[in-house]
């Protein structure tokens, strides 16, 4: 499976001036260059004194500069990329949790407050605007001999750190090894039949485990990536014309928003490169599926993961492949399975929680053995999600058990609600909770 910079290393032999990173108004970002990057980084984190496996929280508004910094911080140390719109509460809280030793930050601003307040080192960024999208120097720290940088960190070792989305809880802290982060990698890639002629469009920002998947898939097929977050719509169609992407990936929200934007300007995409989009982090309606694809005229492939699967569990494939209409596609790298409530697995058809096992699942909680327990069962992870798996081995996500309403003794999932909800004509969107 290797480790991060040993894919960088391969893809620099191999072919050191294909693009790796784009982006607007810089050149852009050779896998040469960005190993080289990577070594750089490594280097100067050596010289600030910022020892090997030491936790390295990276704030950064600068999407390029934040993925070659998530990339190079991961290759030698545990890189934790954090929302850089967070509050100066909300970073103290997160830099706690991570147990930081150093913020990368890209000037000032309530994340400096919040190391200052910890006694946090703070290691400022400055992006070389003039050279490659990407790279960038720490200021006081110009090392002149990368080639002495630190000894990257095992496969086994955790690499990144990121918190879960806490939809029914606080958030943990999940920490991905190499081996997890490329298991992933290679299933999305796998899935959507990645190749080194293909151009990510990144929608989604890389400090979410979302954005932070497709940036990694898009390096270990040996594509390009192309910087684009935060979503803007009216950036969307300049950013089509000129990075000509095959794909993108977002979530539903953002696929909404395309699709009423090209509704208004049908011709905003006279020259399309699109081979397929790509649909995750939350349910996509089967309305939704159905006017993106009738308006892009590309097939899009729904995916299912969670931040703990690193993240992709299931996956539609690419036609002519089968794509069941509600269903997440069959597994994409873990085994899936469902399972009762005595903790036996159910058969074709029988809805339970879904259960995973595989190489790109966590092997457990950050500082937290009480939940890693609550979710481990018979070497299975317990997703929290309920669903079941049809003849062909389809799986259909049906809502998840914190959310399932009881009425009357009667077990009511919200997003079957929701569903039927939206075949309204006069609903465009809806929610349904006890």
Avoid at 102 to 118: E, Q, T
Avoid at 148 to 163: C, H, K, N, S, V
Wanted: one cysteine or more; glycine letters at 8%; a negative charge.
């Amino acid at each position: 499976m290797g480790r991060i910079p040993d894919i960088l290393d391969e893809h620099a032999r191999r072919t050191p001036d294909a693009a790796a990173i784009l982006q607007t108004g810089r050149p852009p970002l050779s896998y040469g260059r960005l190993a080289s990057q990577v070594r750089n980084v490594a280097a100067m984190l050596r010289d600030a004194g910022i020892e090997p496996g030491a936790r390295v929280a990276v704030v950064l508004s600068d999407e390029a500069s934040l993925a070659a910094a998530i990339l190079a911080v991961a290759s030698v140390s545990v890189c934790a990329p954090i929302n850089p719109a967070y509050t100066a509460g909300e970073f103290e809280s997160r830099f706690r949790s991570i147990r930081a030793k150093a913020v990368i930050v890209g000037g000032d601003g309530p994340a400096v407050s919040a190391a200052n307040a910890l006694q946090i080192k703070v290691l400022q960024v400055t992006p070389t605007l003039t050279d490659a999208a990407g790279v960038f120097s720490f200021d006081g720290y110009r090392t002149s001999d990368p080639t002495a940088a630190a000894e990257p960190t095992a496969q086994d070792g955790p690499a990144i750190l990121m918190f879960t989305s806490a939809t029914s809880a606080l958030p943990k802290l999940v920490p991905l090894t190499h081996r997890n982060l490329l298991a992933s990698a290679q299933n999305i890639a796998f899935a959507t039949q990645l190749s080194t002629s293909d151009c990510c469009l990144g929608l989604m920002p890389p400090f979410h485990i979302h954005g932070l998947s497709t940036l990694l898939a898009s390096i270990v097929a040996g594509g390009s990536y192309a910087s684009a977050s935060p979503f803007s719509i009216d950036h969307f169609a300049i950013q089509m014309r000129e990075f000509s992407p095959t794909w993108y990936s977002a979530s539903p929200v953002i696929h909404r928003a395309i699709v009423d934007y090209l509704h208004r300007d049908p011709d905003a995409l006279a020259r399309k490169s699109l081979r397929f989009v790509r649909s995750a982090s939350s349910p996509l309606p089967a309305q939704l599926h159905t006017e993106v694809e009738q308006t892009l005229g590309v097939p899009l492939l729904e995916a299912y993961g969670m931040t703990e699967a690193g993240p992709q569990i299931a996956s539609n494939r690419i036609p002519p492949a089968a794509r069941k209409p509600g269903s997440v596609g069959q597994a994409a790298g873990p085994e899936v399975a469902i399972m009762g409530i005595d903790g036996q697995l159910l058969s074709t058809g029988m809805t339970g929680e879904i259960v995973i096992r595989g190489e790109n699942v966590m092997s457990g909680y950050d500082a937290d053995p009480a939940a890693t327990r609550a979710a481990s069962t018979q070497g299975w992870f317990r997703t929290g999600d309920l669903g079941y798996l049809d003849s062909d081995q389809y799986l259909f996500v049906t809502g998840r058990l914190k959310e399932v309403i009881n009425r009357g003794g009667e077990q009511v999932s919200p997003r079957m609600i929701e569903e039927v909800l939206l075949q309204h004509p006069a609903i465009a969107q809806a929610v349904v909770f006890g």
